[in-house]
């Protein structure tokens, strides 16, 4: 069973703190894996795909891709109250994980 | 670029009723995807589309959940009959190669 786990939180951190979301995925073969946002009661938004081992920057938005160690990580930057949503992990074969319920604080 | 559109928002029927959704991916995606989204839970892939050919359905209920992709456009998601444990979110998602695409999703009741 290929699986995709996140930390389920809450999260919560101050305004214009460092936010840190990790997902681990179980299929060595997973090759792409992208971070969506989903506000409540919304629709998941794309806003990360990341399909090669590092970093990738967008924004105050990282990704970091560990294909030996099967984890995938979001960082944001100066968070905001408007970053307050959960954030879910998928790998390309489109299997979600839990999500990761983050809040902002002022 | 018009996006995933979803029909009906809303649904409210009775256990042991049937059910249908509709989903207009966007044009030229020849991916598709439902999921079922129960609240407080990740998505979960029900069916993946290729065109009009099933990819993976190995998490679709078929005793009572059905889908079909006619001429690999539009889609439909069928429940018959429905338990309430089937209260959820559906949500259609399409894709053109990287990156996918969601739409507005089908809240249903189950009473």
């Known amino acids: 069973q290929k699986e995709v786990e996140q930390n389920s939180g809450p999260l919560s951190v101050p305004e214009g703190a460092i936010a840190s979301l990790n997902c681990t995925y179980s299929d060595r073969g997973s090759q792409s894996f992208f971070w969506y946002r989903q506000y409540s009661g919304k629709s998941p938004e794309l806003i990360m795909s990341i399909y090669s081992n590092g970093d990738k920057e967008d924004g105050r938005f990282t990704a970091q891709l560990n294909k030996a160690s099967q984890y995938v990580s979001l960082l944001i930057r100066d968070s905001q109250p408007s970053d307050s949503a959960t954030y879910l992990c998928?790998?390309?074969?489109?299997?979600f994980g839990a999500g990761t319920r983050l809040t902002v604080k002022p | 670029e018009a996006g995933v559109a979803q029909s009906p928002r809303y649904k409210i029927i009775e256990k042991r009723q049937s059910v249908a959704f509709w989903c207009n991916p966007i044009?030229?995606?020849?991916?598709l995807y439902w999921y079922q989204q129960i609240l407080g839970q990740g998505p979960k892939l029900l069916i993946q589309?290729?065109?009009?050919?099933?990819?993976?359905d190995s998490q679709l209920p078929k005793d009572r959940f059905s889908a079909e992709r006619l001429k690999g456009v539009d889609s439909t998601l069928k429940i018959q009959p429905a338990k309430l444990e089937d209260s959820a979110v559906y949500l259609c998602?399409?894709?053109f190669g990287r990156g996918y695409t969601f739409g507005s999703g089908t809240r249903l009741t189950v009473v």
């Open positions: 998602a399409s894709s």
């Open positions: 998928a790998a390309n074969d489109m299997r």
């Open positions: 589309f290729q065109n009009n050919g099933v990819v993976d």
């Open positions: 044009s030229g995606h020849a991916t």
